[in-house]
């Protein structure tokens, strides 16, 4: 499921290849969030055209609405949705955490007040796992529970125990007979992927105890989970940093959540595979662009009679056809265009981002391309 191709000569660095059901997917890579089936603002084929080879959706929200039988019978998410390429679903163990008024967890699950129209309903390992099979997910994510930074030891310990039962529990419905039917009606478990979740917090001892045995369990793939949730940024490097080096090294390491560009960069230098965010899209409709010399804030007045593209280095369609100035005009006149085009330009920026690291590796020069990109990146601009 997994191939190793290359390790970075002067670093942790590596190249990697994800093999799954809809396709191979080259690491390190980012995945777009399309949290309730879509990608905000862009379709499949401006993610495709962007270099996208793997998106993320939430099985929490798709369980919701439209549910998990609408979806069954359009074939699977991939059908529904028509995107054809690999699909990771987050089991909803985030909502734990950002719904926290909204749920009681306990050790069979966790019981959710839906946002949307007040009905409870209760997620369990179990159920979880049978609704990402309906979804026919390529990547699969064990209902997890992840604490607030700060958190007391004695708090974590219990999130991460919970999550370490839970994760088995998960397991042992992959391995079951008589599932449930997932894309187009056929039972494709064995072939879609069960990661595991590293919880803890930030100690450091819990961290090792988790990564231990999820290991124990072998699953195909682990995920860094519970970090930027609070913390400051040096002890989330630190976080990823111990638990990468405990990670197989034949196994996917996915760094869950993080995701602004020096973030990611430096993930890549400790090891670390994979990697999602709603950043690009999220900071898009709010009008704030990525670029090679850092973020710009189109709405400002700079911009009025700037004729030059978002970037001068990107070939994204934004920036092959449209000025700063239209860009700000659409925005200041709330065209829909406008928060578009900024969104398919942070996508195609990250997704450029990711390929170009990926070059870097495979020349054994990460570290120079590191600081060459952080060099141009952090002279921000407004």
């Known amino acids: 499921m997994f191939k190793l191709i290359h390790r970075d000569k002067n670093t942790k660095a590596r190249l990697g290849k994800i093999i799954t059901l809809h ?4 690491t390190p890579c980012f995945m777009p969030v399309g949290t309730q089936g879509t990608v905000k603002a862009i379709s499949p084929k401006e993610l495709e055209d962007s270099g996208a080879q793997i998106i993320l959706s939430n099985t929490y929200h798709l369980f919701l609405r439209p ?7 359009a074939g699977g998410l991939h059908n529904f949705m028509s995107w054809d390429k690999p699909i990771l679903t987050d089991s909803g163990g985030y909502q734990i955490f950002s719904l926290a008024l909204l749920r009681k967890i306990k050790d069979e699950g966790v019981e959710f007040q839906s946002h949307i129209d007040g009905f409870k309903h209760l997620f369990t390992p179990e159920n979880v796992i049978e609704a990402q099979q309906i979804l026919g997910s390529d990547i699969m994510m064990p209902l997890d529970e992840c604490v607030h930074y700060p958190c007391a030891k004695d708090q974590a310990e219990v999130a991460m125990k919970r999550t370490l039962a839970w994760a088995m529990r998960s397991y042992q419905v992959t391995k079951s007979p008589g599932l449930p039917a997932g894309r187009q009606g056929h039972q494709v478990t064995g072939q ?6 590293v919880q803890g917090a930030t100690y450091e001892d819990l961290r090792k105890e988790c990564a231990q045995r999820l290991i124990e369990m072998d699953f195909q ?14 002890l989330i490097y630190n976080i990823v940093n111990l638990v990468a080096d405990l990670l197989p090294e034949d196994k996917p390491r996915y760094l869950m959540g993080v995701g ?18 709603v950043v690009p899209t999220r900071y898009g409709r709010n009008g704030t662009a990525f670029t090679s010399v850092g973020k710009l804030t189109i709405r ?5 009679a700037d004729f030059s593209p978002l970037d001068q280095e990107c070939s994204c369609y934004a920036c092959k056809n449209f000025s700063r100035a239209y860009l700000r005009h659409l925005f200041n006149t709330e065209e829909i265009l406008g928060l578009r085009l900024v969104s398919l330009h942070n996508v195609h920026f990250f997704l450029e981002l990711m390929r170009r690291t990926r070059e870097a590796i495979a020349q054994n020069r990460f570290s120079e391309f590191k600081k060459e990109f952080l060099s141009s990146y952090n002279n921000s601009i407004a």
């Open 192 to 197: 879609q992927l069960l990661f595991g979740i």
């Open 300 to 304: 400002n007045s700079p911009y009025i």
């Open 23 to 26: 396709g191979e997917i080259d």
């Open 221 to 234: 793939g682990y995920a860094i989970g519970g970090v930027s949730v609070g913390e400051p940024r040096n």
């Open 260 to 277: 602004l560009p020096q973030d990611i960069l430096e993930a890549v230098g400790q090891g670390v595979d994979m990697f999602d965010c």
């Open 67 to 73: 549910g998990t039988e609408v979806i069954k019978k």
